[in-house]
T-cell receptor, first 114, second 111 residues
């Protein structure tokens, strides 16, 4: 079955700790994206990658970092510099970064900072 | 002003009802438009794209008014399974496949 997986589903972190969220896809998509969703707000773009070994900041990249060493993987690190990290994190992928290709979402990781 | 605005609801309707959601967007150069559906604590999934001529998919009808920068979604004969949050999504022109999401309109269909 093709799709996007994210792990873990729930994550608890103490303040001051970095944490890495996993995102893997086997759809052979070039482009991948990270969003965060807060209650009452739309999804906001953190980082995106149009191709392996390349990524760009989205609208709210401060306090986050990513890597894209493999086509199928796009992990997101939430650093201690992120002031309000508690949120629902969604990874997505699409056929290509340009054009209007449907973005497919993973099931999400719910991060809570204690 | 938010780039994509929606009435948050909730819309509480009985089964069989017809319900309409509206959405406005601020960037007149926006290129593509979509409705996504998001179930509680799940990921969004594409419901349908929205075309200038209007389009229909079963009980769902989407309309776009570029002059007014307005998008709508009509659901006829509501089912219990339609209960979800509906996200209005806009793709600005140019560049990469960036999507701008509205905060969503919550629909609750009751027996």
């Amino acid at each position: 079955d093709g799709g996007i997986t994210q792990s873990p589903k729930y994550l608890f972190r103490k303040e001051g700790q970095n944490v890495t969220l996993s995102c893997e896809q086997n759809l052979n998509h070039d482009a991948m994206y990270w969003y965060r969703q807060d209650p009452g707000q739309g999804l906001r773009l953190i980082y995106y990658s149009q191709i392996v070994n390349d990524f760009q900041k989205g609208d709210i990249a401060e306090g986050y970092s990513v890597s894209r060493e493999k086509k199928e993987s796009f992990p997101l690190t939430v650093t201690s510099a992120q002031k309000n990290p508690t949120a629902f994190y969604l990874c997505a992928s699409s056929l290509a970064g340009g054009g209007s290709n449907e973005q497919f979402f993973g099931p999400g990781t719910r991060l809570t900072v204690l | 002003r938010k780039e994509v605005e929606q009435d948050p609801g909730p819309f509480n309707v009985p089964e069989g009802a017809t319900v309409a959601f509206n959405c406005t967007y601020s960037n007149s150069a926006s290129q593509s438009f979509f409705w996504y559906r998001q179930d509680c604590r799940k990921e969004p999934k594409l419901l349908m794209s929205v075309y200038s001529s209007g389009n229909e998919d079963g009980r769902f009808t989407a309309q776009l008014n570029r002059a007014s920068q307005y998008i709508s979604l009509l659901i006829r004969d509501s089912k219990l399974s339609d209960s979800a949050t509906y996200l209005c999504v806009v793709r600005p022109s140019g560049g990469y496949n960036k999507l701008i999401f509205g905060a969503g309109t919550r629909l609750a269909v009751h027996p």
